[in-house]
């Protein structure tokens, strides 16, 4: 498995808000919806269900960048930075398919816990061998375009 993972979309309509781009809430669900379709693709879902485990996510940031709007075509790039005794952190990038700008920067923190009892678990070899790290300095500090 490839350490990066990229899902492209076009951005539909109904992520544009009132301000005629997309949503910085709609940017989340990306980050969501890329970390899922990793998992997925590593084999990492399946070894966590087979422990009877899932992923939540204990933080979340989102730096927002630029706009995006209803037609662009965007890449949502994810990877996972660190894997530790119970959590992970997670990058991903949000970029505009036509130019390789980026649109948005998020780092999440996922914490692997029981999927009964919902308590924080081991992450077991199985699992944590699911990715290819990609460690990197601590998350720089958030700044507002403009």
Request: proline content about 8%; some cysteine.
């Amino acid at each position: 498995m490839e350490p990066l993972y990229e899902w492209s979309l076009v951005v539909p309509a109904e992520a544009v808000d009132a301000n005629d781009h997309v949503n910085n809430v709609v940017y989340l669900e990306w980050v969501q919806e890329a970390a899922k379709r990793h998992a997925e693709a590593s084999g990492c879902t399946r070894a966590t269900h087979a422990v009877g485990a899932t992923w939540v996510v204990r933080e979340h940031r989102l730096q927002y960048l630029r706009p995006a709007y209803a037609g662009d075509r965007v890449a949502v790039r994810t990877w996972v930075a660190t894997m530790g005794r119970a959590r992970s952190l997670r990058r991903t990038e949000v970029l505009r398919a036509d130019d390789g700008e980026a649109l948005a920067r998020a780092w999440t923190e996922w914490v692997f816990v029981d999927a009964r009892g919902g308590h924080p678990r081991l992450i077991p070899p199985a699992v944590a061998g699911a990715f290819t790290l990609v460690p990197e300095p601590d998350p720089p500090p958030v700044r507002h375009p403009g």
